[in-house]
């Protein structure tokens, strides 16, 4: 490869930048003197890759029938506020501030209705469970009594 040129679409980036193959093939101690010495005349890369890319946007927004991209990068500097626009602002928070008081209260209250309900279902729960193991227990003595009283009658009937 004897020379590599890098050139912007644009006539504005018509600069190039050229490398040759052989100083970046090479090893020996005298090409790292050339380079030590290329890096202190060589200008920075970045600026011609960014033009050649933003040239290339533009050639297919322009290929495709789209408008040309204007991009404004600058920076944006603090409005200065009038007093009425600044006071708006402060009532403006002063409510803000209300309302995401009032909402945490609610989230508590609903917090705290939710823990009882909780706690009351619970207590519900046990009571249903105990009143269970009663029945169980009445149904069971009932059973016995039943078996029982048929054993009996069998053996009155029988003497009777």
């Given at each position: ?32 003197v050339n ?41 944006k500097r ?83």
């Amino acid at each position: 490869m004897p020379n590599a040129t890098i050139r912007g679409e644009d006539d504005t980036v018509a600069k190039y930048i050229k490398m040759d193959s052989s100083s970046l093939n090479s090893t020996s101690d005298d090409d790292s003197v050339n380079q030590d010495n290329c890096k202190s005349t060589r200008k920075p890369v970045l600026p011609y890759i960014k033009a050649e890319l933003r040239c290339k946007i533009q050639r297919k927004r322009l290929s495709q029938g789209l408008p040309q991209l204007q991009a404004d990068f600058t920076e944006k500097r603090p409005t200065i506020l009038t007093k009425v626009e600044h006071e708006k602002q402060i009532v403006r928070k002063e409510r803000n501030k209300l309302a995401a008081r009032k909402c945490r209260q609610r989230k508590r209250q609903i917090t705290s209705l939710l823990q009882e309900e909780i706690r009351e279902l619970a207590e519900e729960n046990k009571q249903l469970k105990e009143r269970i193991r009663c029945l169980e227990l009445n149904r069971e003595q009932f059973v016995w009594s039943m078996l029982n009283n048929q054993v009996t009658m069998k053996m009155f009937g029988e003497f009777v």
